[in-house]
Structure formats: C-alpha cells, structure tokens
C-alpha cells in the first residue's frame, strides 16, 4: 500500500536533521496558523497563489530563492563548523550524514536558490522592459513557478522522510547506481530536478517566445535593454540545455527502477556517458545563471553611472558568443577522467576563449563608469564587488583550464574556491544587486540603504575569508568533500575561513533587518513617482508597483534607451507625453492551474520515490484531469474599463508631473 | 519626493560621446509585429511559436536518446545483437501507419480551417486509429522481446534501444490522449479560436514525432540491420 515507506523512514535516532526539520515545520506550521487566523488566506489565494500576473509570479519565484538560499547556507554552516571541530576527530556529522549536507547545499544553491532567483527577475522585469502587459502564456508561467516550488518541497522532505543523495549535487554513477545508493536518497535528488526541470523548461518557452515575439511598437531587436538580451540567451539557453539534463536523469531513473544499463558499467554500460551528457547541460548551466546577472549589472551600471551602456553592440555579441561556446567547453570538468591530451587540449582552449567575450562584458562595464556620475548605491556596490571579485574567479578559472594544472588541482578545493568565486560573485551578487534595484518596482518602496550596505560590507568580506583560504587549502592538497582530516597545516586556514563563514551570516542577518526595516519605515522610503533611480529603460515609465496592465498605452519606442529619450523630453519641454488615448484593456483570469498541478507533480514524485504506483497513477491523472478542465474554461479574459486605466494613469502622472515641476524649480533657484 | 535618488538631483549627462555600438536612429527593419518593430505579434503567431520552440527542446531531449543509442549500440553484452531482434516487415507497417496518419491529420488540419465539423471529426478519428495501430504493433514487439529474453535489462544496446524506440512511443501515446481531447473539445465548443490554436499545435506535435520517427527508422532499424 505504501510502498517502501514505514515509519523507520524517519531518521529517529539522529538529532541534526530531526531537529533541523521540526524547526522548520514549526515555523511553516507558525506561518500557516498567522495567516488562517489573520484571515488572509482568501487574500494570498486570490491574489498570490492563482496570479498569473508575471510580476507577482517573479516575485514569488524571488522569495522562494531567498528561503532556499538561507536554507542552503545553513547546509554551508554545518560544513564549516564540522571541518572545524574535526581535526583528527570524527566531528559532531557522521560520514552518511555529511556527505548528505554537502549533496543537499549543492542542489539546493543551483537548482532552488539561484535558478529561481534569476528567473524570478526575469520574469518580474523582462516583459516590463520590453514594454509589454505580461509573457506569452502567462498560466504556463504559473504552472512553471508551482512546479519549481514542487520540486524544492521534495528536497526539504528529504530531511525528515528518508534521506537525501550521498553523492553530491552531480549523482555520478555507478555510485548512483542501485548497487552503491540502494536509499532514497538519490531518488529524492531524481524527481525533485525532473519536476522543477519541467518547471524550468517551460519558464524558458515562455521567455523566448515572449521577447522575440512580444516588444512595445519600435522595440526592434537592437534597442532592446541588456538585460533582455541576456534573458534571451539564458532562456535559449534553458530550451537548449534542459532537455538534455531531462534525458540523462532519466536514463538514471531507468536504470535504477528497471535495471537498465545505461550507465552501469556492467552490460555494456557505460558511466562516462553519464559524464557527458550531464556536463553538456551542466557548462551551459553555468551560464544560464550568470548571464541573467550580466544583464542586471549592465542595468545597474548604466543607471547609477548616469550613462548609457558603453559598446551597446559589443555586448550583444559578447552575450551571445558565450551563449554559442558555453555549449563547447563541457569536457573540462573531467579532463582527468581519460579523454586523451588532444581532447583535453582542443577544450582547453576552447574553455580560454570564453575567457575572451566576459573580459569584452567587464571592459564595458568600467568604460560605463568612466566619465559617468557614479553613485555608490547598494546595487552598484554589488556589482562593483562583482567585477573585483569575479575577475580573480575567472583568472583561476583560466588557470584550471589548463589540463596540466587540472591534473594538480581537480577535485581540490581549489576547485571548490573557483566556482564559488565565479557563483556567487557572479549569480548571488547579481541576484542581490537586482532585488536591490527592482524592489522598488516591485513593491512601491525602497530598501533601506544603510543596512542594505551593511549587508555588502559583511557578505563580501565573509566571502573573500572563506574562499581566499580555500584557494591556498586546495594549493595544500586539501581535497574536496572531506569528513575529518589530521593535516595540521590546514588547520588555521579551516579556522579562517569558518570564522568568515560567521562574517557572512552577520551579512545574511544584515540583509533579512533590511527587509524587516524597509518594511516597517514603507512610508518614507515610499517611490511615488515609479522612478526611484533615475533610470533609463521602460519599466520605469510606468508607477511603482505598476498597475497588473503594465502600461496604460503600449510606449512608442524610437531608439535606444526608450524612458530615457522619453524623459529628458519632459524635461526639455517641462511636460510630460501627451495623454494616450485610453482604451479598455483584456489581461488573462487568474487560475489555480500551476498550483493544483504541482500539488499533484509533488505527489507524483513522493509516489514514485517511495515506491507507491497506485498513488503516482492517480497524481498522472489528477494532472491530466487539472489540464482538461483548464482547457475546457469559457472565459479566459476579463477587461477592464477605458475609465479605470485612465483613473490608474493619470493618478500616476500627476506625481510625475510634480517631481517634473520640483525638479524644474530647484535647477532655477 | 524621495530623497537623493530623486531625478531632480542628477544633471543630465550627454551620455557616451563617443556612442560606440550605438546607432543614432532606426535599423530599416520591417514594420511587421513580432520580429520588427510593429509590436506583439498576434496571438495565433505567439502560440504556434511557442509550441514550435517547445517541440524543438522535445528534439534536443530525443538528440540525447539517440546520442546515447549511438554510443551503446555495441554494448551488447551477452545479449542478441540488432539483426538479430529487428523485424523489418513490422517496421515497415508501423512506418505506413505513422506517415498515413500525418497525412490524416493533414486532412483534419484543413477541415479545421474550413470549418468543416464531420470531416475534422472523422480525419481525427482516422488518426487516432492509425496511431493506435502504430502503438499496438510497437507494444507487441517490445512484448516479443520480452518474451525471448530480450528486454532492456539483457544489455546496454537493449536498454538504449528500449528508451529510444520506447519515449517516442511514449509521445505518440500521449499524443493519442491530447487527439481525443481536441475532438471532444472540439464537439463540445466548436471552432472557437482558442481551440483552433490548440489543435494546430496539436497537428504540429503530430507532425514533428512524424519526423522523429523517420529519425528511428533510419538510425536504429536500417542502419541496424546492415551491421
């Protein structure tokens, strides 16, 4: 009936995960309880849940990153503090369970952290740069957010039902195999990424299709921001290189379920393969994540540089140069592994040429600053920490590849310091650099800039302790994915770098009082005209946070840089645009759609990790039943009044017209 | 107003002077929605696009079944070998089916359009059986191996042949659910627009597993036979 489940499936007898896990429960519980009792549910339901409004679905897909991000830096924090207690001791995590939380910190940061996160603001700010009223399918962008959601639950669950994967966040066989992983856990790992890759495929459909097919009138492809240029690239990326991860997890599943052979060794199997084809997805991976965060450091440092982008033109083609050679470069993650010097030798430098458009991107970004009036926003403080901090990820990137010095450094945490440096420098700083910039947007208020900055401060120097001694660990000979060691010269550098593991967390606590303070002191950081920072493209032409329409009037665009020229003309002529004709305007119905089908994915996947077919057949069906009535709605839209828009508009125009006016005064007197 | 952010406080700089990568005014593209500068495009173009770039993932994923077919095909072990397993005159049918069914599916296609209710239904119903047909002769031969001992456990080439063979069975399957859908929805609605667009990306899903086949048939069955 339940297949392999009992209640031995809980971990009883250990205390970290339990523990971990009822806090977690208490506090979903505590949420939940707040939010029946307050009686907002109908409100969350009818307005966050069934939205299909792209900007509520990006921001929810930016609170789920930032609740996945603290859960997978609580997995770093358990690692560091274990590697400090356990020279010459076996620490306070047996092996099994260590060996889950560095599987679990990996999955979590890249498949739940930071995809979200860059999705999240795609989502949130592409359609509104583009100048249009939502993406191309917007219940589809619903049913890609739920699902993604779905598959971050299956690995929470993990914590307490069961177990996770061993065998860290690449299930590599054939210690994936049955034969090795004979638990759960990998099969945890299995569905949890099938369903969000599900999720993350469709996110990318929709993306493209919404910017080569859905611009504001004039918004030809070359004036188009950066940041949607980027977007484009990663979702291409996404449709590209998804399918492959898709396939190749579930020749995995296969294998483990039906006693193929695909990567068994045995039989024919091959486990290199499996290599291959994860590596084919997983370089282009690491560029889906990046690219979306070049696009927002363009952005930010366009607009607090008061300059338009320096070499418009050569970053589009350093964009989607990395976006072709991402797909050449896969076979240097395991040059060790026997592919052959001349092998090893053509992605070696195929690996150093994509070293050649991201220095393209960073020499664009300094000649943005040059001559421009920087200001030291906390946005811009990110992406100022960005380019120092990534520049020496990139260099040590070059270093790794090279296949002489990869034999020396592979699977060193050299190695473990390199892709954190280029991750989180590159991905996390972008993401918080974005929220920063786009949350006024979002939500019609600032956020506080003093702990805001606070929160680079601490975050970045917390950083720069723990992978700077990581780099000279690995250099050591420290391996990587160590449960205890008894090398007395690692030791002070383990101790560094867990004390700036403590400087990171003052960073993480700094930014959650951002939050907490911006929140409560809304009023006065309130954005009323909907252009908080003196920006350039068009999703500030509209109010903060703008009307679920967008825009009242679809914005002629007529160059380059579209609210900007729209601007400095209302500040030549000391009067707004004329008025548009206001018309009414059909946006989608909201529908409960995405969350019923990842109620039923989430079953789906539980079922099938825990044996249960009959439960798994009924998920397939609910969530064929779930499509067909969707498909069988008579209505689809629903309009709103010529009069309301207008209402909307002009409320939004007046504050406009009087920062106009204010302005104008104050450059008189 | 709010704080030093403000507009107000910035002079307006002339931007980059030497407006390098930027050009001064339009690009002669076409005034065409979508991919000029004429804004959205409509919303029939929108959908069939998406649904074309989502086919096309379907291709990278069957791009990696067959990859993996490639590298595996000699790894069968102690198991039978491809000649030995594949019976062509079967292919051969369930190849006439495929295609007889795209060019039925064709014929739906175009009474959609005209807007013909019995001859839509009945070319779907055409399609629906030929497509039927195909399934049942490829579950019969998996059933077959099965049977001699030739199932996807025996050998790698066999779990690689399995999979591949097997996910666009899969597709074809539930390509067989989405028909009977549309045909109903179709009765039940008639031809509303909505419903126009999602049989048209039916016909496309329909034609493109057309084309994986020819993929099939060429990669695992001719080529198979001739080793």
Known sequence: ?669 | MSGAASPASVTVLRGDPYHLGHSRDGHGESRATGRGTGGPSPKRIIVAYGFWIFILSDIVMFASFFASYAVLQGGVSDGPTGPEIFDLSRIAIETALLLLSSFTCGMASLALSARRMLLFQTAMAVTFCLGAGFVALEAMEFYDLIQRNAGPSRSAFLSSFFTLVGCHGLHVSIGLLWLLTMMAQVLAKGFRSDIVRRTLCFALFWHALDIVWVGVFSVVYLMGSIT
């Not at chain 1, 049913?143 to 966040?169: D, I, K």
């Not at chain 1, 380019?387 to 260099?395: D, N, R």
């Not at chain 1, 302790?465 to 990581?470: L, N, P």
């Open chain 1, 1 to 669: 009936m339940l297949g392999k489940l009992t209640l031995s499936a809980i971990p009883l007898d250990q205390p970290v995960p339990l523990v971990a896990g009822a806090v977690v429960a208490l506090i979903v519980l505590g949420v939940i309880a707040w939010v029946v009792i307050a009686g907002h549910l109908p409100y969350l339901w009818r307005e966050w849940i069934t939205s299909v409004d792209h900007k509520r679905i990006g921001a929810m897909y930016c609170i789920l990153a930032l609740v996945m991000l603290i859960r997978g830096f609580s997995d770093a924090i358990l690692m560091r503090s274990q590697h400090a207690v356990a020279y010459k001791a076996g620490g306070y995590l047996p092996p099994e369970h260590y060996d889950q939380i560095f599987s679990a910190h990996g999955v979590i940061m890249i498949f739940f952290g930071a995809m979200p996160f860059m999705i999240g603001l795609m989502n949130f700010a592409v359609p509104l740069q583009l100048g249009v009223r939502d993406v191309a399918f917007p219940t589809l962008n619903s049913v890609s957010f739920w699902l993604t959601a779905s598959g971050a639950l299956l690995v929470n669950v993990s914590l307490v039902v069961g177990e996770f994967a061993r065998t860290g966040w690449w299930p590599a066989p054939p210690l994936s195999e049955v034969t090795y992983s004979p638990g759960v856990g990998v099969d945890y790992y299995l569905w949890a990424i099938q369903i969000s890759g599900v999720g993350t495929l469709l996110s990318g459909v929709n993306l493209v299709t919404t910017i080569l097919k859905m611009r504001a009138p004039g918004m030809s492809y070359l004036r188009m921001p950066m940041f949607c240029w980027t977007a484009l690239a990663s979702n291409l990326l996404i449709i590209a290189a998804f399918p492959i991860l898709t396939a190749t997890l579930a020749m995995l599943i296969l294998d483990r379920y039906l006693g193929f052979h695909f990567f068994t060794d045995s039989h024919g199997g091959n486990s290199m393969m499996f290599m291959n084809l994860f590596w084919a997805w997983g370089h282009p991976e690491v560029y889906i994540l990046a690219l979306p965060a070049y696009g927002v450091f363009s952005e930010v440092i366009s607009t607090f540089s008061g300059k338009p982008l320096f070499a418009y033109r050569s970053m589009v083609m350093a964009t989607m140069a990395i976006f072709i050679l991402s797909f050449m470069v896969w076979l240097h993650h395991f040059f060790t592994m026997g592919p052959g010097g001349d092998v090893n030798g053509v992605f070696a430098i195929t690996s150093m040429i994509i070293a050649v458009p991201t220095g393209v991107k960073i020499f664009d970004w300094l000649f943005t600053m040059y001559g421009g009036r920087v200001r030291l926003t906390t946005a811009m403080l990110w992406s100022l920490g960005f380019m120092v901090t990534f520049v020496v990820g990139g260099a040590t990137g070059v270093l790794l590849a090279i296949p002489p010095a990869d034999f020396v450094l592979h699977n060193s945490m050299f190695l473990v310091a390199h892709f954190h440096n280029v991750m989180v420098s590159a991905v996390l700083f972008g993401a918080f650099a974005g929220y920063t910039y786009w949350f006024p947007k979002a939500f019609g208020f600032r956020l506080d800039e003093w702990w805001g900055k606070a929160a680079f401060w601490f975050g970045i120097t917390g950083f720069v302790i723990v992978f700077g001694c990581f780099y000279w660990l690995g250099l050591l000979g420290m391996t990587r994915r160590m449960q205890h060691y008894d090398v007395a010269d690692w030791r002070p550098w383990i101790l560094i770098s867990a004390f700036g593991v403590v400087v990171m967390f003052v960073g993480l606590v700094c930014q959650v009082v951002q939050l907490v303070v911006s929140i409560r002191r809304r009023d006065s950081l309130r954005d009323v005209t909907g252009d908080p920072w003196d920006g350039r493209s068009l999703e500030w032409a509209t109010a903060s946070p703008p009307p679920v329409f967008n825009f009242a009037a679809l914005p002629e665009v007529h160059g380059e840089e579209a609210y900007w020229a729209i601007k400095s003309r209302a500040r030549e002529q000391m009067r707004l645009r004329e008025e548009p004709a206001y018309e009414p305007i059909e946006m989608p119905l909201n529908s409960p759609t995405g969350f019923i089908c990842a109620f039923f994915s989430t079953l789906i996947g539980f079922a099938m990790i825990w044996y249960i077919w009959w439960l798994a057949a009924a998920g397939f069906l609910g969530a064929f039943v779930t499509f067909v009535v969707f498909a069988w709605r008579d209505t689809v839209e629903y309009e709103i009044p010529a009069s309301e828009v207008a209402k909307v508009n002009r409320a939004n125009r007046s504050t406009r017209l009087e920062a106009l006016h204010g302005a104008g005064q104050r450059r008189a007197a």
